[in-house]
């Protein structure tokens, strides 16, 4: 999974570049400005985006107008994170089951928002999903506690 972050920090802006791979189990910090790659042990089973069968379904509301044609059609569900993780509350399209958010729950984290834009059905260059050549120097951290997916939204990331 590659998660790119993009915004503006003090009115600075930033890129926060991750690669998670759980078949290795490596979390990459990747700094492509710098050509500078960091391994972390990575913790934690893949969490496919979509709506688990036990989810339980919230409701169904429009997104924009409500004229003929327009407007979003989309389902929220709710529901436990594996491993008693935590929770979840996601908003996906009524056509495709796209995501558009998803709020998780979880005690050591609190609550973490996590939106759609732009939404992809397929990805455009699957090499994406590998690490750079610069990375494949970078040495695992060894005193680094193992990391999870959560754990990319925490500040000290």
């Known amino acids: 999974m590659r998660l790119?972050?993009?915004g503006f920090h003090k009115n600075e802006p930033f890129t926060t570049d991750f690669l998670v791979d759980y078949k290795e189990h490596i979390l990459y910090y990747i700094d492509d400005s710098k050509r500078?790659?960091?391994?972390?042990?990575?913790?934690g089973d893949f969490q496919p985006l979509g709506i688990p069968q036990t989810a339980f379904p919230v409701g169904q509301t429009l997104i924009g107008s409500s004229a003929p044609g327009e407007g979003l059609l989309v389902n929220i569900w709710t529901g436990n994170l594996p491993k008693k993780a935590g929770r979840f509350l996601s908003t996906v399209t009524e056509q495709g089951c796209v995501p558009v958010s998803t709020m998780y729950f979880i005690e050591h984290l609190g609550t973490v928002a996590v939106?759609?834009?732009?939404?992809?059905v397929e990805i455009s260059d699957p090499s994406q999903l590998n690490a750079p050549d610069f990375c494949q120097q970078a040495e695992m951290d060894p005193e680094g506690e193992p990391k999870d997916f959560f754990s990319l939204f925490s500040k000290d990331n």
Do not use: D, G, S
């Open 4 to 6: 790119v972050v993009q």
């Open 36 to 43: 500078e790659c960091k391994k972390k042990a990575l913790n």
């Open 115 to 120: 939106n759609f834009f732009n939404n992809v």
